[in-house]
């Protein structure tokens, strides 16, 4: 195996899992494992920015033809979703994390709807799972596919990640606004404080 498939793969892992640890965080009912997979997420996500970030400059000053080159030049379609990761999602992140800390003094302690709300945002997963997908072109082509065929392939795999990340950015939406329903005040009692309710929302 080439050495900068190694590299690629390296990334591509981090960052899918990195999605996948962001996917399953809405689905967290106690605030202490919200806190702790939220962790996870913060680290995996400043980790493949940093692995990500650290190949493309090195890239760039390099004048020779190494594994780095080679690596760097697959990389240009995961910079872009990569930023919006450091940009938006490290930061909802590290809200979210502080958050569940303030309600995970015991364990079994209910993560409150506000809080899964945030984790469903679609800022925290969808920048992650993007930029996962992003890494899938550069993997095929370091593997010796040839994306830019004359046969229509190209064009078929652009619709097709088109529609991906549509679909992902729904989804997203859909279950943010789900949580964020419940949150809503459903009683007199709670009409008259909405600051109650908003308080529970990073």
Do not use: C, K
Not at 7 to 34: E, N, Q, Y
Not at 65 to 87: E, I, K
Not at 136 to 152: E, F, H, K, Q, Y
């Amino acid at each position: 195996m080439d050495g900068h498939l190694i590299v690629l793969l390296s990334i591509a892992a981090v960052w899918l899992a990195a999605g996948i640890v962001a996917d399953g965080l809405p689905r967290l009912d106690r605030a202490r494992a919200l806190r702790r997979r939220s962790g996870w997420v913060l680290a995996l996500s400043v980790a493949g920015v940093g692995l990500t970030m650290t190949v493309l400059a090195a890239g760039l000053t390099s004048a020779g033809d190494t594994l780095v080159d080679r690596a760097a030049g697959q990389l240009t379609l995961v910079a872009v979703p990569a930023l919006a990761v450091s940009a938006w999602t490290v930061r909802r992140v590290r809200r979210l994390r502080a958050g569940a800390g303030a309600f995970a003094a015991a364990p079994e302690t209910p993560a409150p709807y506000g809080l899964r709300a945030s984790a469903a945002h679609p800022l925290v997963g969808l920048p992650v799972q993007v930029t996962a997908l992003a890494t899938v072109p550069g993997l095929l082509r370091a593997a010796g596919l040839d994306l830019s065929a004359g046969n229509g392939f190209t064009g078929v795999a652009l619709t097709l990640g088109g529609l991906a990340v549509l679909a992902i950015g729904i989804r997203h939406g859909l279950r943010h606004s789900r949580l964020a329903e419940r949150t809503l005040p459903t009683g007199p009692a709670l009409t008259a404080s909405p600051a109650v309710v908003g308080s529970l929302h990073v």
